[in-house]
């Protein structure tokens, strides 16, 4: 274990956050077969053959002549009939036969769409990545996908950043459980199963550390820092079987996702032993170039590391790049790349075998075609749909709910208003797949399937459109009026309040990250009548929650919930199921505590408001965000007690557990999340307040108590050191156990010797 980043701190009782396994590694030794039929079909090909085996191109791209000469993959292609035109000629009319792998952005549903990833963060249930991963694969893999370009695992402080709803958050042991849960689900044992696909993990890596929040901006993070908080979920993801992985746009240290011969060679090839291939992001290769570039038409050009397309398809390939996206520098390039030894062909015959031992893997060359029996799984399920609607209950976080407001009063009048509170579209999130508009429950429908006397207004309109303009939120309160009356008539009142889905996703940034709009003002007429007051937010990234939180009576985080959004949020609001998710992000008091997160280092100065010389903001009466990391309530209540260490040390060949006891003290069943934080005060590296190392959500009924235990080992007390080594070191190690990451149940045990490799 202790080569490993991840750690043996997974739940070992009840079911969750997994068994001993979770994070285990899945594949065994290279498949001798493969390597065989690899080896025979590559000593056949041309350098012309192997340029276009490197080669992925999009549907826009894609032509008959591509097919033919033998291009090594597509992507977002999704009409079956295209897919098995191309795929034909590739397998009928190529010279060697080579199947094409068509890839897709199959991020949180293909057909049906789940709540978006960060949502399902929020659930602290593997099991609900699972099911979206299973669902998902089946439906990309009945068009012929056999690809998708997901998990998504960049971990991120930065709710400025749009992209943080594709991830899972700010936490690396969190994200790294999700992603994979994602793979493992995706992939199953044996990804050429005719239900599965091979996932890529991206982006590799630091995306989510954009300086500023701005999409595609340069990072700059130390060793240690990347080691421990960005690469995590990339390795969980590659132990549960991830064989292939797409590098990032964002430059990384000074250097380029693409062009990181570190990142990719050194650690992801050499380090982890990776055999699967790196695809570049989107058009990336080209970007490497400096601006303006030499041929404007081989696609956009920026980090300044490449005087033309043939340099930058060299620097791609010669840091670990093995396939090129959209841009076709290495294509058209690569025989004088090769002539003038500025690549070489035993680099090239590389990526060429990477990408086919995952094509043999897919079972492409003996099944290229998707099964057209299988076309019913093209369509929506009921039950595919059921377990969405599950999900949703699962991913909504309650934020406040005070005396009582919540659960909703079936006997008494509800009043829908607000933006989003009949709306379909948004509801689907940022990457919709195939989802239709009209496939998703908007929230009103949703409440009215429950209680059909619900009224609806809608207050302002909230637009969702490319670029920004002030007309499209919220903008004027012309329609507060009807608002105000809708909300008198009735007894409570639901706001459905946030962003439209377009403000967050790939380069949706925003400098600010309240409500848009009047929205605020919205909810303060509405508050005005006297009438209970709950706020459902949508939305792509963190909101500064402030004043909402000092006006609404309950609010209700649903994210962007995907198609089932209306029926799983009524579920939560009249009680049917019990909100029981936490926050995988925290919520700042306001943008400029950004970026903000429970697991920062301790400073010399620990941030107190209420003196001067210390880490604080002089304008913010707290050091806290609003709401922290793992912070979520329940409609019941729950005591965590009786934290029991197995043994007060640990050598580093050997684990502890940890167990805390779990009571429902309220009169109804309900869920909630125990949460095992640890902290190294003392270290030759100063260590963050605190770091996740276990979580199990639990299903208790009134009165109910659960033990749940956590195993620590070496790997959980470590941590990396700037020459990249992962430390264990003696000494003591604290624990906190409960319900967020401000938990206090605390003990600790003591580390009695160390390693370093
Ligand atoms: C995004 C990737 C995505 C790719 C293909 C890029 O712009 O950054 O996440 O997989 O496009 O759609």
Redesign the pocket.
């Known amino acids: 274990m202790a080569t490993s980043m991840l750690g043996g701190g997974v739940v070992i009782a009840g079911t969750g956050a997994g068994d001993d396994d979770a994070l285990a590694p899945v594949r065994g030794p290279a498949d001798g077969g493969v390597e065989k039929k690899v080896d025979r079909l590559l000593k056949q090909m041309t350098v012309d053959e192997k340029l276009q085996q490197v080669q992925l191109l999009?549907d826009g791209q894609i032509t008959d002549d591509d097919a033919k000469k033998g291009v090594g993959g597509v992507?977002?292609l999704t009409d079956p009939a295209k897919i098995d035109h191309y795929q034909h000629i590739a397998v009928e009319r190529s010279r060697l036969h080579i199947p094409i792998l068509f890839?897709?952005?199959t991020?949180h549903g293909y057909r049906t769409t789940f709540p978006v990833p960060l949502a399902e963060a929020a659930s602290f249930d593997p099991g609900v990545a699972g099911d979206d991963f299973t669902i998902s694969a089946r439906e990309s893999a009945a068009v012929g996908i056999k690809q998708i370009?997901?998990p998504?695992v960049d971990v991120s402080h930065e709710p400025r950043w749009g992209?943080i709803v594709?991830g899972s958050g700010e936490d690396p042991y969190l994200g790294s459980v999700m992603a994979a849960a994602k793979v493992r689900a995706a992939q199953g044992d044996d990804y050429a199963a005719d239900d599965k696909v091979v996932t890529?993990v991206?982006?590799f890596v630091a995306y989510g550390a954009a300086e500023g929040g701005r999409d595609y901006n340069s990072t700059d993070v130390s060793e240690r820092r990347l080691r421990d908080l960005f690469l995590p979920p990339f390795k969980a993801a590659l132990d549960a079987g991830a064989d292939t992985v797409?590098c990032?746009?964002n430059s990384l240290n000074g250097s380029p996702g693409c062009a990181n011969a570190h990142t990719m060679t050194d650690i992801l090839k050499g380090e982890w032993g990776f055999d699967g291939f790196v695809e570049s992001?989107?058009t990336a290769v080209a970007e490497l170039r400096a601006c303006p570039p030499k041929n404007p038409d081989d696609g956009p050009c920026g980090h300044g590391m490449a005087a033309d397309g043939a340099a930058a398809g060299a620097l791609a390939l010669n840091a670990g790049t093995d396939s090129e996206?959209v841009s076709t520098n290495l294509r058209d390039n690569g025989k004088q790349l090769l002539a003038s030894r500025q690549i070489s062909i035993r680099r090239l015959d590389d990526a060429v075998r990477r990408i086919l031992r995952v094509k043999f893997r897919a079972g492409l060359f003996d099944h290229p075609y998707a099964d057209r029996s299988k076309v019913a799984e093209r369509t929506l399920r009921p039950a595919d749909r059921a377990k969405a609607r599950a999900a949703v209950g699962k991913s909504v976080v309650l934020l406040k709910d005070d005396d009582g407001t919540l659960p909703i009063d079936p006997s008494k009048s509800v009043a829908v208003i607000g933006p989003l509170g009949d709306d379909q579209h948004d509801m689907l999130g940022p990457w919709w797949g195939q989802s239709q508009d009209e496939d998703a429950v908007s929230l009103l429908a949703g409440v009215k399937a429950q209680d059909p006397d619900t009224t609806f207004a809608q207050g302002c309109p909230m637009v969702d459109a490319d670029l920004y303009d002030p007309k499209n939120e919220c903008p004027d309160d012309s329609g507060f009026a009807d608002a105000v009356a809708a909300a008198r008539k009735a007894d409570q009142v639901v706001l459905a309040l946030g962003e439209v889905r377009g403000q967050g996703g790939?380069?949706e940034v925003r400098s600010k990250i309240d409500l848009p709009g009047r929205q605020l003002d919205l909810l303060k007429a509405v508050k005005a009548t006297g009438k209970k007051v709950t706020v459902v937010l949508f939305n792509s990234r963190p909101l500064d929650l402030t004043d909402v939180a000092a006006n609404a009576d309950a609010i209700v985080e649903a994210w962007f919930p995907g198609i089932e959004a209306g029926n799983g949020l009524a579920d939560v609001l009249f009680g049917a199921v019990d909100p029981g998710g936490k926050l995988p992000v925290s919520f700042p008091r306001s943008v400029g505590q950004v970026p903000i997160s429970y697991n920062h280092e301790p400073t010399g100065r620990p941030c107190d408001a209420s003196q001067k010389y210390n880490s604080r903001y002089r304008d913010i009466a707290s050091c806290d965000p609003l709401y922290e990391f793992g912070y979520g309530l329940s409609y019941t209540t729950f005591k965590f007690d009786n934290l029991v260490l197995s043994s007060k040390s640990m050598s580093p060949r050997d684990s502890v557990k940890v167990s805390v006891d779990v009571t429902n003290t309220g009169s109804r069943a309900g869920d909630e999340v125990a949460q095992l934080y640890l902290h190294d005060p003392v270290a030759s590296l100063s260590q963050p307040v605190r770091r996740l190392r276990g979580f199990q959500r639990v299903t208790l009924k009134p009165g109910e108590k659960r033990t749940v235990t956590f195993r620590l080992d070496a790997s959980d007390v470590g941590f990396s050191d700037d020459a990249g080594r992962f430390v264990v070191e003696p000494g003591e190690i604290d624990v906190f156990a409960g319900d967020s990451s401000k938990a206090d149940l605390t003990d600790s045990f003591t580390v009695t010797g160390g390693s370093r490799r």
Request: no cysteine; hydrophobic share 40%.
């Open positions: 999009s992507f977002s890839a897709y952005d991020i370009y997901a998504m992209r594709e890529s991206k982006h797409m990032s746009f992001d989107y996206m790939e380069a």
